[in-house]
């Protein structure tokens, strides 16, 4: 997590030009699943770890969470959350996620959208959010899935007419570093198996509340013709557990 790509002006630019950078979390196609899994935020304490533009943080508060603290170690994207989801209540702090620490039983929520891919170690950060959240808090992320990370390159098999053929699927059991291209950029992420996610909240305690591998939405199939693929191997793994 601590290559930070997101501070590079270029890389940055492309980003701002996706669809959930520029529509929030209604141009996120998980977003309509994920919605699904949150807890009430009414008086909550709130910690979302790896916070870019500040989203999740917004709809905690408008939920009404009674502060949130969100994460993240990219300058440019905190201060795209401060320019346009700052709300009362909100704090930005710049940090890498491996660097971050808080006392026990400080949350009762904590949220981390497509980040932890980005984590050489997700055994730690667990230890370390499972210590962080009270008795009963709940912990919900998204993380880029397993099918997806698995052969590194992400990116279609095409054919002579360059149509997708298929997504590969390889060294999917042999976990790790990943040297992908993201918005034209060399990335560094790591993969990890659907056990070895499940396994280390199960080790550390954590009760599994529901585990979703979620399609775009019937309205993003209508607008948007490319999300047809989408229908066609598992991009994101949503899990929410409970302490």
């Given at each position: ?105 400080k949350f009762d929520i904590i949220l ?132």
């Open positions: 997590m601590k290559e930070n790509k997101y501070d590079n002006s270029s890389f940055f630019e492309q980003y701002e030009k996706m669809l959930r950078s520029q529509k929030g979390l209604e141009g996120a196609g998980e977003w309509h699943a994920l919605k699904k899994m949150l807890p009430d935020f009414t008086g909550k304490e709130v910690l979302d770890l790896g916070c870019g533009f500040g989203w999740h943080c917004r709809y905690a508060i408008e939920s009404g969470a009674k502060s949130v603290i969100g994460v993240d170690l990219s300058e440019k994207m905190l201060e795209k959350a401060t320019e346009i989801n700052n709300l009362e209540g909100i704090e930005y702090i710049r940090k890498a996620l491996e660097d971050v620490d808080y006392p026990s039983g981390s959208s497509l980040t932890f891919h980005y984590i050489e170690s997700f055994d730690v950060m667990v230890q370390n959010i499972y210590q962080w959240l009270k008795p009963k808090g709940h912990f919900v992320f998204s993380v880029e899935h397993p099918v997806f990370t698995a052969q590194g390159r992400q990116d279609w098999i095409y054919g002579a007419n360059e149509e997708k053929l298929y997504w590969p699927v390889d060294r999917y059991f042999i976990e790790g570093k990943r040297d992908t291209s993201f918005l034209g950029e060399n990335v560094i992420k790591y993969h990890r198996t659907l056990t070895t996610y499940l396994n280390s909240l199960l080790k550390q305690g954590f009760k599994i509340n529901e585990i979703t591998e979620p399609e775009p939405s019937t309205e993003m199939l209508n607008e948007f013709s490319e999300m047809k693929d989408e229908l066609r191997r598992p991009m994101m793994l949503l899990i929410s557990v409970e302490k």
